[in-house]
Nanobody, 123 residues
Framework: QVQLVESGGGLVQAGGSLRLSCAAS????????LGWFRQAPGKEREFVSF????????NYTDSVKGRFTISRDKAKNTVYLQMNSLKPEDTALYYC????????????????WGQGTQVTVSS
């Protein structure tokens, strides 16, 4: 399994921006679909975005389309989530995850997870 470490979370006012980073260990970074998920208190973990192995395909949950952008840097073994126009409802613990499946949005399909980074958006 690949090891994942997230960073970049914090407290921001509504309308602000944050960029989350997820550093992956191991030489097999390009073999994985990489995803971002989030979990708010009392709610289930939900899909936010994924990027394909080569980076040519991305997908977003409807609530973040047009505001969030996922990208990956092969040289740095890192995946990013640029979050703009943040809303209070974006407040959650954000997780980076890796999957050997292609183009998946389901939690069960991801078998490597980071510890999470907290994002809090104040109104």
């Amino acid at each position: 399994q690949v090891q994942l470490v997230e960073s970049g979370g914090g407290l921001v006012q509504a309308g602000g921006s944050l960029r989350l980073s997820c550093a992956a260990s191991g030489p097999t970074f390009s073999r994985y679909t990489l995803g971002w998920f989030r979990q708010a208190p009392g709610k289930e973990r939900e899909f936010v975005s994924f990027i394909s192995r080569i980076g040519g395909t991305t997908n977003y949950t409807d609530s973040v389309k047009g505001r969030f952008t996922i990208s990956r840097d092969k040289a740095k073994n890192t995946v990013y989530l640029q979050m703009n126009s943040l809303k209070p409802e974006d407040t959650a613990l954000y997780y980076c995850a890796a999957s050997t499946y292609t183009w998946v949005t389901d939690v069960w399909a991801y078998d490597s997870w980071g510890q999470g980074t907290q994002v809090t958006v104040s109104s």
